[in-house]
């Protein structure tokens, strides 16, 4: 039988079946030539370049481009790309494109991708984060932008501008610059930059005000922040980081860090202040259906205190004050909810701290689930029908707790009531049954809970 009797559907099938295996699909294309389009279709769907290098374009970057260059139709089928590199500045004479090739090359890649969705930029090092995310948002057809490990140089005075890189980066992508003034809408949906900590505050607030003076063109879906770099969000100004208000009626995913506790374990003024901003915010975001909070406590529990380790700190604030938020109804008159998230489905909750202080948030994990499950946010937690409770679409609640400091010996510390054999259970006992307890009344209301300790 020869291969155009077969019905398309079922090779289609058998294509998929080995989408997973590239060498596999490669074989199959040299074969049998029929089979090459259908192939091609999974191998160049993602593309994933890694590399160094220092002052030298990089050899695999380069041959990708000979290769597209010389058979353009490759570009077409890559819809997903990560660009993992290091890329180190050597001494120069000032020249951009000979100080970062990167620019150069990547942007010539992108070029050569017309139906490019999805782009990862991993350990990046830039001037400024938030042409890398003018430029990435001019490309016409992606949807996610995910910066990971960023670092921001600080600019030489012989360097390029913050404004200028853009434009050459864009120039060489063969992307307009006009792009970035125009009024044509970006396909950019989600925007994510995760472990951040080479990216200074100032940068997060240009990114922000670009961001909310850009909602002509840009409509994002979902925002998220995440670092989980120990106690770097305890220098938070209260201005690094701004909800996107703008983007409130289209956001469907928010996430943000947040520390409120200086590292004698008082309450740090302007972090409380950040926190309290970005949570009376939310209702400005009815059509939430994902929400994620990092908190980090991290600094606090490592940090010795007069009289050794003292007590362990309380701080469920971040948590009581998220239920009161919950609780409260939309100040609209014309809004027809009784919530200010009423589409709210899911919460991930990532606490920088040990596993023992976390216990003690116990009453203020209690005051969530009755603003989340309970039948009235301040009565029992719900157990009868969806329809009874506050938030029937909430089913999903994930907490992880990530406890990279140990718990100290504290025997006949001053001020500090130790109870050994309490401790030794603690010490002993999986983090995960420690904390379930805390969250039985979401539980009983049939909420998905997933508890996560590393």
Known sequence: MSLSNFPVEIL?????WLGEDKRALADCSLVCHGLLFLCRVYIWNFVYISYEFDMFPPSRLKALLELIDSNPAIGLHVRSMVIRGAIYRGPGDGNTESQHPYET??????????ML????LSHLIAFDIRGVVAVAGAIPTLKTLILENVTVEQKAPTQATPQQLP???????????SALRSARPWKLENLSIFNGGGIPDSEYVALATFLEKSTDII?????????????RWAKVSGRALAVPESFGFSLRHFGFPIADMAHDGSVHPEGRQHLERLYAALP??????????QYDALGV???PTPTGWGPPPVFPFFLDALADILNTRPSSTESRDTVPLPHLERLSILM???VDRVLNCADAFAHLASALVGPDGCGSVARGTLASRRYPSFSELTVCVLSAVPRPAVEDEPGVVYDAERARYEQNTDGRVLLRPMFEGFVQARVRVNIEVD
């Open 219 to 231: 409509s994002l879906k979902s925002f998220d922040i995440r670092d989980t770099l120990s106690s």
């Open 12 to 16: 289609e099938q058998i294509i998929w």
């Open 105 to 114: 090359m990547a942007g010539r890649l992108i070029s050569r991708l017309p």
């Open 167 to 177: 434009e050459a980066f864009c120039a060489t992508a063969e992307v307009a610059t």
């Open 352 to 354: 920088l701290a040990r």
């Open 284 to 293: 400005r975001c009815p059509a939430l259906r994902s929400l994620s909070i």
């Open 117 to 120: 969705e999805v782009l990862r």
């Open 301 to 303: 529990q490592a940090a």
